[in-house]
């Protein structure tokens, strides 16, 4: 086995303390896990807490444009409609200049049945005449042959005539009759107790049309009251949203402060119950520090390979998952060392080996699972080629100190939580800070 490059006091020297200040500190170091557990546990709930109030403020945000969206299709609606109603008035005033016409046309087509009665009277008469002068035309013999034939001929002619006026009398007369009715369909009259089908119909059209626009000026009245309901909602939730980061910069002073006492305890040589699990942090960080200093002295890895930040983004993944230069011999060297850590109790989480920037490379194997395409699913079991650079992820990474010890609440998936401890260790490659052993194990 590699040695370990630093530790905390021994066994021998933790048992030099004296027991009855040996009860305190243990007291003192539940009590600072309790205080540390109730604060991942209201920090986690405040998270949430500020995580739906965000998502809210958004929604009434794209609520409020939508509204707004609204009022100015009211708007448009509105305006159409007035033009739409200027449109009715100019169809009925256009229409009764049209039943003025028609009623000239009624009297125009009088005056042609008078003229034509006219003609059937005079060709009546003709027909008499010409009867009259065949008569007389017989009784002068052969004299008077020729003046029977055209008196014959004009009689033919005045009756051809006296049919033609007949016709044309009757036809206009089924004209006046037509065109009077639909002189009385659109003429106005605006005495009349009752109008016109078109004008009943127009009148109709204008009245719906009346109450689209009042409609639309209801609505923009009511939108630009819910536009300044909202906007007091957004204000009161923005309100909220600092109210609630405040809390959790508090939460988080809870957190370091119990964290704080936790590590001063474990600094004094007293051994709690986070004992085993930060010796084991220490003793993985050395055991993974010792074999990439290995690789790099027999050339399986350079420096600059091995301290890569180019995170290459793998396509089509989700959460993101990215490559680098030294995968491969994380994925060669860190599982031995990884895997053996959750063999340590039954409390054991995970064990893994990240850079400074929370990088995974290779996580435990039950979490270095393919991505399948479904988003739950792989947040909770592809958790390898990921960068973690939550508030945890990153104070872990980034810890030069002997031991880093963290309390948080994780998500677990499918809506379920658990608060967890975390040890972690600097893993230093030839004097250099490369990242850190993160090891989180349950209460």
Known sequence: MLPMKHALPTPAERNAVQPDLHGAIRSISKQAATIGRESA??????DDSS???????????????????????QAGIGSVSAAGLGAVDRVRVAVEDVGREVGEVVSTLRDVARAAES?????????????????????AGDAGRGFGVVADAVKDLAGK????????????????????????????????????????????????????????????????????????????????????????KRSETFLDVS????????????????????DAAIAAADQIAGLLEVAVANGSISVQHLFDEAYQPMPRTNPAQHTTRF???????????????????????????????????????????????????DSANSRYRRIFNDRTGLASARNERPFLLQTYRRDMGGGSFIVMKEAA?????HGRHWGGVRLAFKF
């Open 41 to 46: 546990e209201v920090r986690g709930l405040i």
């Open 51 to 73: 995580k739906a109030s965000e998502r809210s403020a958004q929604a009434v945000g794209a609520l409020s444009v939508q509204v707004k969206d609204i009022h100015v299709a």
């Open 119 to 139: 003609i059937t009277q005079i060709a009546l008469q003709t027909r008499l005449v010409a009867f009259n002068a065949s008569v007389e035309a017989k009784r």
């Open 161 to 248: 005539v006296e049919f033609s006026s007949k016709e044309i009398m009757r036809t206009v007369g089924v004209l006046d009759k037509r065109i009077d009715t639909l002189a009385h369909e659109i003429r106005f009259d605006a005495n009349a107790a009752q109008q016109g089908e078109f004008h009943a119909a127009l009148a109709d059209v204008r009245a719906a049309v009346t109450s689209i626009i009042q409609a639309a000026e209801q609505s923009r009245t009511t939108c630009s009251g819910l536009d300044a309901q909202m906007t007091g909602i957004a204000a009161e939730m923005g309100r909220t949203g600092r109210a609630l980061g405040a809390a959790m």
């Open 259 to 278: 964290e704080h006492l936790i590590e001063l305890v474990a600094e004094c040589g007293i051994e709690t119950e986070d004992t085993p699990f930060i």
């Open 327 to 377: 995968v491969v011999v994380a994925d060669k060297l860190f599982p031995q060392v990884q895997e053996r850590m959750l063999a340590l109790s039954p409390k054991v989480v995970f064990c893994i080996a990240v850079d400074r920037n929370g990088y995974v490379a290779t996580h435990n194997r039950k979490y270095n699972q393919p991505q399948r395409g479904d988003l739950a699913w």
């Open 425 to 429: 260790a600097p893993i230093t490659v």
